[in-house]
């Protein structure tokens, strides 16, 4: 069974704080992303990695960054975490075999107070 | 830039009937890739159905079907025979070989299904 997962469900950080979302998946893909999912706007792009040490900014960058040291593992990082960050952080990777989909983690809530 | 519109932000449907999501986008590609995927309270979105822009033949998974008008660029999503099961949110995603393999979603649409 494929398998997406995220290192935390929810969190709560402090303004200014950084934060490490992580993110596994073990279908060996080469392409992963993360998501930014909130109320009436969907899920928006943030970054994606099409293999390791690569990466690229999708539609909303700003104040975040990503790492992808390994094949199964892609890091978000808020460097300096601010209020409008609070938001639920979807990661994905892709399958470009026969099911060509994305599958996605369980998400993590963030909360920056 | 690919836009994709989900404009019923809530619908609501009783078991065993049936229901149509709406979807429309915008893009000025011939060939591409739309998506239904589904995200169940507090559980993990997963895709329903796909459809390739080059089939004119309508994707279907069981109680699930779409109706893709390219034309129109309109993907709508039915749901025959609802479940209690089927109470998610459902978001409209596309996909183009131009855009690399990056999903652009609509704002999504919650459905609640009534017993």
């Known amino acids: 069974d494929v398998k997406v997962t995220q290192s935390s469900r929810y969190l709560v950080k402090r303004t200014g704080e950084k934060v490490f979302l992580e993110c596994v998946q073990d279908?060996?893909?080469?392409?992963m992303f993360w998501y930014r999912q909130d109320p009436g706007l969907g899920l928006r792009l943030i970054y994606f990695s099409y293999d390791v040490k690569m990466k690229e900014k999708g539609d909303i960058p700003e104040g975040y960054s990503v790492s992808r040291e390994k094949k199964e593992r892609f890091s978000l990082i808020l460097e300096s975490a601010s209020t409008n960050q609070t938001s639920m952080y979807l990661c994905a990777s892709h399958s470009q075999g026969p099911t060509d989909t994305q599958y996605f983690g369980p998400g993590t809530r963030l909360t920056v107070l | 830039a690919q836009t994709v519109t989900q404009s019923q932000p809530e619908m609501s449907v009783q078991e065993a009937e049936t229901v149509t999501l709406s979807c429309t986008y915008d893009?000025?590609?011939?060939?591409?890739?739309l998506f239904w995927y589904k995200q169940p309270p507090s559980r993990q979105m997963i895709l329903v159905i796909r459809q390739e822009a080059y089939k004119q033949q309508n994707a279907t998974e069981n109680r699930f079907s779409v109706n893709f008008q390219k034309a129109a660029k309109s993907f709508s999503l039915k749901i025959s025979d609802s479940q209690l099961g089927d109470a998610a949110m459902y978001f409209c995603?596309?996909?183009?070989?131009?855009?690399?393999?990056?999903?652009?979603f609509g704002a999504g649409t919650i459905l609640r299904v009534k017993s």
């Open positions: 893009t000025s590609e011939s060939d591409y890739y």
């Open positions: 995603a596309y996909r183009s070989e131009e855009y690399g393999n990056k999903l652009v």
């Open positions: 279908m060996d893909h080469e392409n």
